[in-house]
């Protein structure tokens, strides 16, 4: 079974600044999505960036960039220019695109929080 | 701003009480999911659809029920609520590519 470990409950980024949340998972398929969603405190949770397993471009949305290693199974998300609006709890998420119907796999989450 | 909606959006409620979750999707979504999660904490799976009339168990072990009789709306039903059962509910829908959250419940259970 596909396992998401994420070994940083929680961390702290000054605004600003930059800031980058570790994400491992571990699968034997060649073929998947991964994601990091955001879930600020009581509001809705949204998806941040997505990355697709065969493409070697690391996916970058505005401010928030990923770093792929697909060898080392490592999927990091980098906020550059942080702001006070990131705080909020982080999850990195896979999706096999092989296995039929299988529901997303969460890691546990970070807690960032932003000091002004 | 998905277009998925759930409700109530806070309930509290006594012990031993019927209660119902409403969830719905306006995306066409045949994937649909149920989450409980207790605030600032991981997301355990309770349920999940692939379609109507197909339902599934996952991996948190939970005493609701779940049904998909239509496409747009997937509720989840407590037949006795407990204290133990207090926590945010998250319904999700999705395709491959993309899985969008409703806002929550957060059910209390006195």
């Known amino acids: 079974a596909q396992t998401v470990t994420q070994s940083q409950p929680e961390m702290s980024v000054q605004e600003a600044e930059t800031v980058t949340l570790s994400c491992t998972y571990d699968t034997s398929e060649s073929d998947y999505y991964l994601f990091w969603y955001k879930q600020p405190p009581s509001r809705q949770m949204i998806l941040v960036i997505r990355q697709e397993a065969y493409k070697q471009q690391n996916a970058t949305e505005n401010r928030f960039s990923v770093n792929f290693q697909k060898a080392a199974k490592s999927f990091s998300l980098k906020i550059s220019d942080s702001q006070l609006g990131d705080a909020a709890m982080y999850f990195c998420a896979y999706r096999s695109r092989n296995s039929g119907n299988t529901p997303l796999v969460f890691g546990k989450g970070t807690r960032l929080s932003v000091i002004a | 701003e998905a277009d998925i909606y759930q409700t109530p959006r806070y309930l509290v409620i006594g012990t031993g009480k019927k209660i119902t979750l409403e969830c719905s999707q306006t995306m066409g979504h045949d994937k649909m999911y149920w989450y409980q999660q207790d605030p600032g904490m991981e997301l355990h799976l309770i349920h999940y659809?692939?379609?109507?009339?197909?339902?599934e168990k996952g991996d948190l072990s939970s005493e609701s029920t779940v049904s998909r009789i239509r496409t747009e709306h997937f509720p989840l039903t407590l037949e006795s609520a407990r204290p133990s059962h207090t926590s945010q509910y998250l319904c999700a829908s999705g395709d491959w590519a993309e899985q969008f959250f409703g806002p929550g419940t957060r059910l209390t259970v006195l």
């Open positions: 659809s692939y379609g109507v009339n197909s339902t």
